[in-house]
C-alpha cells in the first residue's frame, strides 16, 4: 500500500510542450516510470475548462467546480447539484491529511478549501509561477503530513509562458518542471509514495490559447518496472489510482486503477479509456430510475 501520494499538475503542459524541452526524469531515463497519452476534456463537450479539469482528476467524473477564490470554495458539484466525492473526501475519512500548493485550483482537487488540513496556496502569498518555490513547499508539506499524506500541487510556469506568446519560455518551464520532479522524487520513499504528473490542458505559445491537444501522465514508483507505455488514458481515472494507490475505494469515479496497470503491464486486449468508459456508462445507464412518460 501506498502512505503518500504527490499529485503535481503543470497547467498548459500538453505532449508538443514537453517534447520541446529535456526532460530525463518526467520522461523516465530511471526507469520505475509509466506514461500515457491523457485527454483532458470534458467527457461529451470537446473542451477543457480549468477549474473543471482539476475536479474531474479529484472526482473521476464530470463536474462543476469554479476557481476558489474570495466568494467560492472550490468545492465540485455533480449536474444535480449535490456535492461531489472527491479523493480528498475518502483520504479525509481515513485519517489521510489532504494538502495543496501552487495555483489556488489545486484545492478542487480535494474537494475545496474546507477539505484541505495544510494550504500552501497563492492566497496563503505562494508564486505558483516559481519552481523552486513549488518543490520546497511540496516537500516541506510532505513532511508535515507525517507519515501518510496526499499533497495536490499545480505550477502555473509553462501555461504563464504560453499565455505570453514566449516559446523560449515554455522550454525553460518544461525543463524546469523536470528539475522541480527531480528534487521531489529525491525527498520521497519511492518504494512507498507515488508520483503524478499531469495536466489540466496545453498552450500553445504560437497562439497563447489554450488547446486540446492531449496531455502527458506520468507515474513513478518503484514498483513500475522499466518505462511502462500506458497509451491513451484520461485525467478523470486520476482519481480511482489515487484512491486506489491508498486501498480506498471511490466508487462514483470512472476509469481505471492506472497504478495497477503499469504495474501488471498492459493486455494486448486492454483497449484505453473508451472501451472501459463505454462500459462503464452503460452500467451506470442502465441502473438509473427511468424518467416519467409525459400523457398526451
Known amino acids: 500500500m501506498i502512505d503518500k501520494v504527490v499529485l503535481l499538475i503543470i497547467d498548459g503542459l500538453d505532449v508538443v510542450n514537453f517534447t520541446l524541452g529535456n526532460t530525463p526524469t518526467m520522461s523516465g531515463l530511471h526507469g520505475r516510470t509509466a506514461v500515457g497519452v491523457a485527454h483532458t476534456e470534458i467527457l461529451g463537450a470537446g473542451t477543457t475548462i480549468t477549474p473543471i479539469a482539476h475536479a474531474m482528476m479529484g472526482t473521476g467524473q464530470n463536474v462543476i467546480a469554479h476557481r476558489p477564490g474570495k466568494e467560492t470554495r472550490g468545492r465540485p458539484y455533480t449536474y444535480l447539484g449535490e456535492p461531489a466525492t472527491t ?18 485550483e489545486a484545492a478542487i482537487v480535494v474537494g475545496g478549501l474546507d477539505r484541505l488540513d495544510i494550504s500552501r496556496l497563492e492566497m496563503d502569498g505562494i508564486d505558483a509561477n516559481d519552481d ?26 509553462v501555461d504563464s509562458a504560453g499565455h505570453k506568446n514566449n ?34 490542458h ?7 490559447r489554450h488547446n486540446n491537444v492531449p496531455t502527458p501522465l506520468v507515474l513513478i514508483n518503484e514498483r513500475i518496472v ?12 486520476i482519481a480511482i489510482t489515487i484512491a486506489s494507490a491508498f486501498g480506498l475505494s471511490l466508487p462514483e469515479a470512472f476509469g481505471r486503477d492506472l497504478f495497477k496497470l503499469a504495474i ?12 472501459t468508459l463505454e462500459r462503464q456508462l452503460k452500467e451506470f445507464t442502465a441502473h438509473q430510475a427511468k424518467r416519467p412518460q409525459l400523457r398526451d
Open 226 to 237: 522499466g518505462r511502462m507505455d500506458l497509451g491513451v488514458v484520461h485525467n478523470l481515472e
Open 167 to 200: 516559446v523560449r519560455g515554455v522550454i525553460e518551464a518544461v525543463e524546469k518542471t523536470d528539475r522541480m520532479v527531480e528534487r521531489i522524487l529525491e525527498a520521497t520513499d519511492p518504494a512507498k509514495s507515488l508520483l503524478i504528473i499531469a495536466s489540466d
Open 87 to 104: 479523493i480528498g473526501d475518502v483520504a479525509c475519512q481515513a485519517g489521510i491529511p489532504v494538502a495543496a500548493v501552487g495555483k489556488n
Open 264 to 275: 501488471e503491464g498492459l493486455r494486448w486486449d486492454s483497449g484505453d479509456y473508451r472501451d
Open 202 to 208: 496545453g498552450t500553445n505559445p504560437l497562439t497563447g
Open 132 to 157: 523552486e518555490a513549488i518543490a520546497q513547499e511540496t516537500i516541506a508539506t510532505l513532511e508535515a503530513c507525517g507519515s501518510r499524506g496526499l499533497v495536490v500541487a499545480t505550477y502555473n510556469g
